[in-house]
C-alpha cells in the first residue's frame, strides 16, 4: 500500500509540472517577441511576358496578378529584365509599346498605398484600366485612422510657418498632415516613423524620415517591393542595388 500511494504522489506532481510548463508555453507562444528581418527576396521577370496578352486590358490583369504573387510572398525587389538584345537593337526597334515599361508602371502603382496614387501617378494611358485589378492589400497600405508606428507619405508644397523650426509636412492618408525632421523637395515619397503624441488638439501629428527597409530590419514588417527594369538577363546580376550584389542565386 505504501508503494501505491509513493506512486501515486509521483503522478500526480508529475501532472502538476506539465500543467505548469503548457501554461507557460501558451503564454509564450501567445506574445511572441517581435524579430526584424535582415534578408530580402528578389526575383527577375522578362518583360515579354505581357506580350503574350492581346490587349491591353488582359495585359494589365496579368501584370496585376504577378503583382499580387510578390506581395503574397513578401518579395522586396522585382528586376524586368530585356529580351530584345543590345541597347543600339532596342534603340532601332519601331515598337511603340514597351512592354518592359509598361510592367514597371503597373507594378509600382499597385504597391504604391492608394492615398498616393494620385499623387505620384499622373493620367496616362498605361493606367487605363488599373481600376479593374483587385488592391493588394499589403501591410504599408493603412487606412486612415489605423494607429500604427509606420506609414508610407509623399512630401507636401507647405511651408512651415513656424520659425526656427525646419522640416516638411507629409501627406501620410491621415486626418492630419504629418509634420517630420528633414526639409525635402516636395512630391517625393517617404517612409515615416510616427511618434507617439496623437493628441486631437495637436494641428499636425509628428513623425521622422526613415529608410523604406527600416520596418522590415526593425519589425520584421513586409513593407512592398521596389521595380528595376534591367537592360539584359546579365544586367539582373551585374546592376544590383544592394551592396556586394546577391549572396545566393537561385
Known sequence: RQMEKQRKRKRE????ESVKECHTTSKRSEFPEIKGRHYSVSIALPGSIISNAQTLELQTYLAGQLARAAAVFNIDEIVIFGEMGTAGEIQKSSRSFDPNLFLCKI??????PQYLRKSLFPMQPDLKYVGLLNP???PHHMRMDEDVLY????????????SGK??????CGMRKNVQVDKKLKPGVRVTVEMTKSKKSSVKHFRGNVVSPITPRIKSGLYWGYNVRIAQNFSSVFTGSSYKGGYDLTI
Open 107 to 112: 507594378l509600382q502603382y499597385l504597391e504604391t
Open 136 to 138: 493588394l492589400d499589403a
Open 166 to 171: 525646419g522640416g516638411s509636412y507629409v501627406n
Open 151 to 162: 506609414r508610407e507619405g509623399v512630401i507636401l508644397d507647405q511651408p512651415i510657418k513656424t
Open 13 to 16: 506532481s508529475l501532472d502538476e
